[in-house]
C-alpha cells in the first residue's frame, strides 16, 4: 500500500539495561559455542517490569515528541508476542487508562514479530477510512523474563531481549513519512512454529514453554522424513523478494535510494545473508551493529532502529528506511520511511541533553 | 560461464557448504536438494548469495520457486537462463 499522505510524528521507545552475552556464557545461560557462531553482544533485560509498562514509557515518549494530545488520537493499536499479564486482561487497557484514550478504537494485535508492520497496515486505512480522523498511537513491547521463556535459548539464531517501542502515524506532516507498507503470507510454512507440540490442549496452559527451536527443528526432521521437503521455505523466500519488490515500487523508490535496511535483530550471519541475498546490500546497511547489542525485542526490533538511526545522525532529511518484518504464520512485511527533517528531540539527543526515550519515564 | 560450469561450481558449493556432512559422499547434481532437507530459510540465503556474488546473477523473485531448487542441476539452469536474459 503506498502511504506517502501519511507521516511518523513521534515515536519513543523504551529500552531496559542489557546483560551481556559474556555474561551469559560465563554463568551457564548461553552456549559459548552459539557466541561464536552468532557473534551476538547481548540482550535488554527489563527485569520485573511489566511489558504493559514499557509500552506505556515508549507511548508517552512517542505521544510528546509528536505534539499530538490525547484527544487528538483516533487509534491505539497494541503488538505484542508474548504474556503480557494476567491471561485474559488486555494490556492496552492499561494505556487507555494512563493516556486517556477511553473514547478510541483499541485492540491487541498477536502477529509475532511483524506485529508493527500489521499495525501500520490497519492503522492507515483506518485513518483514511474517514476524514477528520488525525492520528493514531502503534504501540509494541514484551518482557520475556518469565516462566516458560528463555531468551537466551528460545529461538536457533537471536537471543529476545525486552522493550517497548512506540510511534504516532499522522495525517498532518511529521518528521518522516511513511511512503509505503506491505504484507504477504506463506500459510503453507504455519505448521514450522508449533511442530514440536499439539495444537489442544494449547501449549501454555499445560506449561509448555516458548521454543522456537525447538519447533523448527521439529519441522524440519518431519519434513525430511516423510518426504515432504522443505521447498515451502525456499517460498518463504520468494515471498519475501516479492514483499521487497512491493515496498519499493509502491513507494516510488529503488533499491539504490535505500540508505539504511532494518531487519529483525538475528545474528550476523543470517543478518548477513538477508542483506546480499534478498536486497544485494551489504551488512554495514543494515543496522546489525545496533540490533547485536539489545537482542531481539519481539515487535519492536524495526521501530527502535528507526529512533536509534535518527537519534545518532545515521538517517537525515532525504534518507529513506526500508523496514523488514516476518512472523510465525509465515507472514512477511515491508515498510519504506523517507525522513524529512531532524526533530528537536534527536537534535536535542545528539547534542547529550536527551537519552532516548527517557524524557518522560518515570 | 556454460551452464556445464554453472553445474559444477553450484554443485561443489553445495556440498560443501550446505549438505550434512553425512550425506556429501553421496552428493551430486542430481540430489535432492529440497527432500533431503539441503535448503531451509538460512542455507537458501546463501545459496543466493553465492549466485549473485559469485555468478553475478541476481534471482528475482518470480524465479525463488521451488521448482527451480530442486537439485543442483536445475539452479544452474536457472541461472543459465538468467545470465542469457541479462543484458550484459
Redesign the interface.
Given at each position: 500500500m503506498g502511504t506517502a499522505d501519511l507521516y511518523i510524528s513521534g515515536v519513543g521507545t523504551c529500552l531496559p539495561g542489557t546483560v551481556s552475552v559474556e555474561q551469559a556464557v560465563a554463568v551457564g545461560w548461553y552456549p559459548a559455542e552459539q557466541a561464536e557462531l552468532h557473534e551476538l553482544g547481548g540482550a535488554a533485560v527489563a527485569g520485573d517490569i511489566p511489558a504493559p509498562e514499557l509500552a506505556l514509557r515508549a507511548a508517552r515518549s512517542a505521544m510528546v515528541r509528536s505534539g499530538r494530545s490525547p484527544a487528538e488520537l483516533d487509534l491505539l493499536l497494541y503488538a505484542s508476542t508474548w504474556q503480557q499479564g494476567p491471561e485474559g486482561w488486555p494490556p492496552h487497557a492499561y494505556l487507555q487508562r494512563h493516556l486517556a484514550l477511553d473514547r478510541i478504537l483499541a485492540t491487541q494485535l498477536r502477529q509475532g514479530c511483524n506485529g508493527m508492520f500489521a499495525a501500520l497496515e490497519l492503522a492507515a486505512g483506518y485513518l483514511r477510512a474517514e476524514p477528520g480522523r488525525r492520528a493514531a498511537l502503534l504501540v509494541a513491547a514484551d518482557n520475556y523474563g518469565t516462566p516458560l521463556a528463555d531468551r537466551w535459548r528460545m529461538g536457533q539464531?537471536y537471543i529476545a531481549g525486552d522493550a517497548g517501542s512506540a510511534l504516532v502515524l499522522d495525517t498532518e506532516p511529521g518528521f518522516a513519512r511513511l511512503l509505503s507498507v506491505c504484507s504477504a503470507s506463506v500459510s503453507a510454512a504455519e505448521e514450522m512454529h508449533r511442530a514440536a507440540e499439539p495444537l489442544f490442549p494449547p501449549g501454555i496452559t499445560e506449561g509448555r514453554a516458548l521454543d522456537f527451536a525447538a519447533h523448527t527443528e521439529r519441522y524440519?526432521q518431519r519434513?525430511?522424513g516423510d518426504?515432504t521437503?522443505?521447498?515451502?521455505?525456499?517460498?518463504?523466500?520468494?515471498r519475501l523478494?516479492?514483499v521487497?519488490?512491493r515496498s519499493l515500487a509502491e513507494a516510488g523508490i529503488a533499491m539504490d535510494d535505500v540508505t539504511r535496511v532494518a531487519v529483525m535483530n538475528h545474528s550476523r550471519?543470517?543478518t548477513e545473508?538477508?542483506c546480499?541475498?534478498?536486497l544485494?546490500l551489504p551488512l554495514s546497511k543494515s543496522v546489525w551493529e545496533f540490533g547485536r547489542t539489545i537482542g531481539h525485542c519481539g515487535a519492536s526490533d524495526q521501530v527502535l532502529a528507526l529512533e536509534h538511526l535518527v537519534v545518532t545522525g545515521e538517517l537525515g532529511p532525504g534518507d529513506h528506511l526500508l523496514m523488514l518484518g516476518q512472523g510465525p504464520g509465515v507472514v512477511l512485511s515491508g515498510a519504506v520511511v523517507e525522513i524529512g527533517y531532524l526533530p528537536l528531540w534527536a537534535q536535542e539527543y545528539s547534542a547529550g541533553a536527551l537519552i532516548p526515550g527517557n524524557e518522560t519515564s518515570a | 560461464m556454460t551452464t556445464a560450469s554453472e553445474t559444477a561450481a553450484l554443485t561443489a558449493f553445495i556440498r560443501d557448504r550446505l549438505v550434512p556432512g553425512e550425506l556429501r559422499d553421496r552428493f551430486d547434481e542430481t540430489s535432492?536438494l529440497?527432500?533431503?532437507?539441503?535448503?531451509?530459510?538460512?542455507s537458501?540465503?546463501?545459496?543466493?548469495?553465492f549466485i549473485?556474488?559469485e555468478l553475478r546473477v541476481?534471482v528475482?523473485?518470480?524465479q525463488?520457486?521451488?521448482a527451480n531448487?530442486t537439485d543442483a542441476r536445475s539452479v544452474a539452469e536457472m541461472v543459465g537462463r538468467l545470465a542469457a536474459a541479462s543484458p550484459d
Amino acid at each position: 500500500m503506498g502511504t506517502a499522505d501519511l507521516y511518523i510524528s513521534g515515536v519513543g521507545t523504551c529500552l531496559p539495561g542489557t546483560v551481556s552475552v559474556e555474561q551469559a556464557v560465563a554463568v551457564g545461560w548461553y552456549p559459548a559455542e552459539q557466541a561464536e557462531l552468532h557473534e551476538l553482544g547481548g540482550a535488554a533485560v527489563a527485569g520485573d517490569i511489566p511489558a504493559p509498562e514499557l509500552a506505556l514509557r515508549a507511548a508517552r515518549s512517542a505521544m510528546v515528541r509528536s505534539g499530538r494530545s490525547p484527544a487528538e488520537l483516533d487509534l491505539l493499536l497494541y503488538a505484542s508476542t508474548w504474556q503480557q499479564g494476567p491471561e485474559g486482561w488486555p494490556p492496552h487497557a492499561y494505556l487507555q487508562r494512563h493516556l486517556a484514550l477511553d473514547r478510541i478504537l483499541a485492540t491487541q494485535l498477536r502477529q509475532g514479530c511483524n506485529g508493527m508492520f500489521a499495525a501500520l497496515e490497519l492503522a492507515a486505512g483506518y485513518l483514511r477510512a474517514e476524514p477528520g480522523r488525525r492520528a493514531a498511537l502503534l504501540v509494541a513491547a514484551d518482557n520475556y523474563g518469565t516462566p516458560l521463556a528463555d531468551r537466551w535459548r528460545m529461538g536457533q539464531s537471536y537471543i529476545a531481549g525486552d522493550a517497548g517501542s512506540a510511534l504516532v502515524l499522522d495525517t498532518e506532516p511529521g518528521f518522516a513519512r511513511l511512503l509505503s507498507v506491505c504484507s504477504a503470507s506463506v500459510s503453507a510454512a504455519e505448521e514450522m512454529h508449533r511442530a514440536a507440540e499439539p495444537l489442544f490442549p494449547p501449549g501454555i496452559t499445560e506449561g509448555r514453554a516458548l521454543d522456537f527451536a525447538a519447533h523448527t527443528e521439529r519441522y524440519r526432521q518431519r519434513a525430511v522424513g516423510d518426504g515432504t521437503g522443505t521447498g515451502v521455505l525456499v517460498t518463504v523466500h520468494q515471498r519475501l523478494a516479492e514483499v521487497i519488490d512491493r515496498s519499493l515500487a509502491e513507494a516510488g523508490i529503488a533499491m539504490d535510494d535505500v540508505t539504511r535496511v532494518a531487519v529483525m535483530n538475528h545474528s550476523r550471519p543470517i543478518t548477513e545473508q538477508v542483506c546480499e541475498a534478498a536486497l544485494g546490500l551489504p551488512l554495514s546497511k543494515s543496522v546489525w551493529e545496533f540490533g547485536r547489542t539489545i537482542g531481539h525485542c519481539g515487535a519492536s526490533d524495526q521501530v527502535l532502529a528507526l529512533e536509534h538511526l535518527v537519534v545518532t545522525g545515521e538517517l537525515g532529511p532525504g534518507d529513506h528506511l526500508l523496514m523488514l518484518g516476518q512472523g510465525p504464520g509465515v507472514v512477511l512485511s515491508g515498510a519504506v520511511v523517507e525522513i524529512g527533517y531532524l526533530p528537536l528531540w534527536a537534535q536535542e539527543y545528539s547534542a547529550g541533553a536527551l537519552i532516548p526515550g527517557n524524557e518522560t519515564s518515570a | 560461464m556454460t551452464t556445464a560450469s554453472e553445474t559444477a561450481a553450484l554443485t561443489a558449493f553445495i556440498r560443501d557448504r550446505l549438505v550434512p556432512g553425512e550425506l556429501r559422499d553421496r552428493f551430486d547434481e542430481t540430489s535432492p536438494l529440497l527432500e533431503w532437507g539441503v535448503l531451509d530459510s538460512v542455507s537458501t540465503a546463501i545459496l543466493l548469495g553465492f549466485i549473485r556474488r559469485e555468478l553475478r546473477v541476481t534471482v528475482p523473485a518470480a524465479q525463488i520457486d521451488p521448482a527451480n531448487f530442486t537439485d543442483a542441476r536445475s539452479v544452474a539452469e536457472m541461472v543459465g537462463r538468467l545470465a542469457a536474459a541479462s543484458p550484459d
